[in-house]
Nanobody, 126 residues
């Protein structure tokens, strides 16, 4: 069984930065795809970023390109999301997710992933 636990959320003013971390426990192979999603009040959950195994290819939603950076440390079993130049519209609950690479699916589709964390709140004030 895989467990994902997010941390690092909080409140920050617009233009500030936060770093989210996702700690994994249980069996989580380095061949798993991992991603960050977020859900704002009244909105559907959306893909923010993902990182693929092997070559470490990364993918970002257009709304966060150039501001957010996803990274993983297979030795420490952690997934991070560095968020810079935060905007009020980035306010949401952020979730990390994982799925074995061979399962297929698109990185930004939540149905692709079968392991989820409980989420961490990020609030950006103007």
């Amino acid at each position: 069984q895989v467990h994902l636990v997010e941390s690092g959320g909080g409140s920050v003013q617009a233009g500030g930065s936060l770093r989210l971390s996702c700690a994994t426990s249980g069996y989580l192979s380095s061949t798993y795809r991992m991603g960050w999603f977020r859900q704002a009040p009244g909105k559907e959950r959306e893909g923010v970023a993902a990182i693929y195994p092997l070559r470490g290819s990364t993918y970002y939603a257009d709304s966060v390109k150039g501001r957010f950076a996803i990274s993983r440390d297979n030795g420490k079993n952690t997934l991070d999301l560095q968020m810079n130049s935060l905007k009020p519209e980035d306010t949401a609950i952020y979730y990390c997710a994982a799925v074995p690479y061979e399962y297929g699916g698109t990185w930004f589709d939540e149905r692709t992933y079968n392991y989820w964390g409980q989420g961490t709140q990020v609030t950006v004030s103007s």
